[in-house]
């Protein structure tokens, strides 16, 4: 049974540095790897993962002793309910289109987001039975626990597919993991600098128990994963994400906000407007207030060597000491690269720590990962805000959709459509003219009904069009990132 420890460490610490119980909007999407077929309701499946009980007196006080004690604005918040507008069980999407939407007060549907984003592995389950029945003896042939096996025939048996034979293999799952994790440990000598953000790439609770018991065993104490780190004797770790700055508009409020609210280090997420000219002074200003406090500079997005190299030089011209720490797909020759841009840079060991996601929980017989379809879920709307995330990738690689999305499908009516495959409007704008709505359908609409072998032939790759509404959101959302980046 779920109960409110079965998240990642951050949501814990955004919430009280934030609003828990402002009403606030998410989204789930998949960034590339389409098209994708959706295999269930998403309102069936977020109701079965919201938590049903509260934290036992020993859960809270566990909380405590991480240094996450709540105040009474989050546990009232996580008593409310939640919203989820979604496409109809059946629909094909495609990159980048809002799949569902979970809206509720904002400690509540930030709670949710690494359980929803398990929800990824249904999903390619389901498209690669339907696109590529051949191939699927080799996708969901070799799987890590009887969960994710369980997980593989439910989805084929509500499709109706028959299943390959199915190998459960912990046992090689873990050694697999455990050898990662000691190269790791070798390769930063120290297994303290090391830390573990796999929750929400794993297929399931039960696979990540067996990750982070072969973490244990090679030295790496500290994950994200809140519930597994009181069962497993771990430590709970995480501070601040994306939803944290959008919830400011800007680096400096936000990030005082955490400093202010969090009664231990922070670490300081520089991307989520821009990191050299935002979130990088942002941070170093108050680090230089506080310099003992130990706090961190967090790298999550587009060339972190050359942001590295910024960042150290001017924390030396400055005479600060910040931690740095290095996520967003790092593996081990990063890491390695990362180990001699320290030493060239003059940066102490227990200065630098790694997050590792995928790259841990992988299961390299298991092709079916998070990061083959980047799947997210964002912030979109925080009270009567609409918000946005940028990052730092070119050609908008990481950016998320702002306001209250919902998702049209044009009558594409043959292979040869060079259009758009979606529009993606706002709740309440007049609709698309030739466009059926998916968002809300509480059954998947005729026009936008197509077999798998007319959706291998849709054109791939196209991000969604914007209608007007969302194109004036975005432009207002770019519109006040300068007006902050400006501020700093």
């Known amino acids: 049974m779920l109960n409110l420890l079965h998240t990642d460490g951050y949501k814990f610490s955004m919430a009280e540095a934030g609003w828990p119980l402002r009403q606030e909007r998410f989204y789930y999407t998949h960034r590339r790897g389409g098209p994708h077929y959706l295999p269930f309701s998403p309102a069936e499946e977020i109701a079965k993962l919201l938590p049903r009980d509260a934290c036992a007196d020993a859960g809270r ?19 409310g309910a939640v919203q989820v507008d979604g496409l109809p069980r059946g629909a094909w999407f495609f990159d980048r289109e809002p799949v569902f939407s979970v809206s509720g007060p904002s400690a509540m549907v930030s709670w949710l987001e690494p359980l929803t984003l398990q929800l990824h592995y249904r999903v390619q389950v389901a498209t690669q039975a339907l696109l590529h029945p051949e191939r699927l003896d080799k996708v969901v042939g070799h799987v890590t626990c009887d969960a994710q096996r369980d997980l593989v025939l439910e989805t084929l048996d509500a499709l109706r597919v028959q299943a390959p034979p199915i190998l459960v293999e912990p046992e090689a799952y873990y050694d697999e993991v455990r050898a ?12 303290k600098r090391l830390f573990e953000v796999g ?3 794993a297929t399931c609770l039960d696979q990540h128990r067996i990750a982070l018991q072969a973490c244990k065993d090679a030295g790496v104490m500290a994950t994200s994963n809140v519930a597994l780190a009181r069962e497993l004797g771990m430590r709970p770790v995480g501070t601040m994400g994306h939803e944290h700055l959008q919830r400011y508009g800007n680096d400096r409020d936000a990030f005082r906000a955490m400093r202010d609210r969090y009664p231990g280090p922070s670490s300081f997420l520089l991307d989520t407007f821009d990191t050299v000219r935002s979130g990088i002074p942002a941070a170093f200003d108050l680090i230089a207030e506080g310099p003992d406090r130990r706090d961190a ?25 910040p931690r740095f720490v290095l996520e967003d797909g790092f593996d081990l020759p990063q890491t390695l690269a990362f180990e001699d ?20 929980v992988q299961f390299s017989k298991d092709p079916l990962s998070r990061d083959r379809v980047a799947a997210v879920y964002k912030l979109t709307q925080s009270g009567p805000w609409a918000t946005m995330k940028f990052g730092d990738e070119p050609g908008a690689g990481k950016e998320s959709i702002p306001g209250a999305p919902v998702l049209y499908r044009p009558y594409l009516g043959s292979a040869s459509h060079h259009g758009p495959t979606g529009i993606v409007a706002q709740e309440g704008e007049e609709a698309p003219e030739d ?21 291998r032939d849709f054109p791939r790759h196209k991000r969604p069009a914007y209608s007007p509404a969302t194109l004036e959101l975005v432009k207002q959302q770019y519109a006040a990132r300068d007006r902050a980046i400006r501020e700093v």
Do not use: N
Not at 65 to 70: I, N, V
Not at 180 to 191: Q, S
């Open 341 to 360: 841009l320290r030493r060239l840079m003059g940066v102490r060991p227990e200065d630098q720590a790694y997050g590792y996601g995928g790259h841990i």
């Open 435 to 455: 466009a059926v709505r998916l968002t809300g359908a509480e059954q998947l609409p005729l026009a936008a009904r197509f077999s798998a072998a007319e959706v």
């Open 61 to 79: 006080e566990f909380l405590r002793q991480s240094r996450y004690a709540m105040g009474g604005a989050f546990w009232e918040a996580m008593k």
């Open 180 to 191: 990662r994790v000691a190269a790791l440990v070798g390769a930063v000598e120290d297994p």
């Open 297 to 321: 500079v967090r790298f999550d997005s587009g060339d972190k060597r050359s942001q590295y190299l910024i960042a150290t030089s001017l924390a030396q011209g400055r005479g600060i000491r």
């Open 199 to 201: 929750m929400r790439a």
